[in-house]
């Protein structure tokens, strides 16, 4: 994945560069070592579609807020969505959880990014498919290389 990743971004004249680091699945710590801020961190969670077997949503959003599965449901027209278990997100992107990039190489799998992700930074960050190496993109080179569906997904806050 890393690899495929590093190819479309290259060949997609994308602005990114390559951070290796510890392995480490904590978003506050990987953005400490990345140097970026936790809400640049792309935080990706694949989502089953309840109500058809086999879809999924990769939903995307800032790496200090909470999904809202309803609203993930939502968008992509679905009864129900509910967090993939380990297995069968491994299954479906070839990634452990914390090492999935926000791209679906797959049409089983829709793409759902929370703008906030793209309008509060120029740069987004995620784990590359691996744990100990993330990427740091153009966050208008990833709108046009990923062409996700642009949905409000984050869980209201209670302050």
């Not at 590093?6 to 602005?15: F, P, T, V, W, Y």
């Not at 278990?85 to 190489?105: H, L, Q, R």
């Amino acid at each position: 994945m890393f690899e495929r990743l590093r190819q479309m971004l290259e060949d997609g004249a994308a602005s990114f560069r390559v951070i290796e680091h510890p392995a480490e699945g904590n978003s506050r710590m990987v953005a400490e070592i990345r140097g970026t801020e936790v809400g640049q961190g792309a935080k990706a969670m694949l989502c089953r579609v309840a109500d058809a077997p086999g879809q999924f949503v990769l939903a995307v959003l800032p790496g200090d807020e909470r999904v809202d599965f309803a609203k993930v449901a939502a968008a992509v027209g679905a009864r129900k969505v509910k967090l993939a278990d380990a297995a069968d997100a491994e299954a479906a992107t070839g990634c452990v959880i914390g090492s999935i990039p926000p791209f679906s190489f797959d049409p089983a799998i829709r793409l759902v990014v929370d703008p906030q992700l793209l309008a509060r930074y120029g740069e987004i960050a995620f784990n590359a498919g691996r744990l100990d190496a993330s990427m740091v993109l153009d966050a208008d080179d990833y709108r046009r290389l990923a062409q996700p569906l642009l949905a409000d997904i984050r869980k209201e806050s209670l302050e």
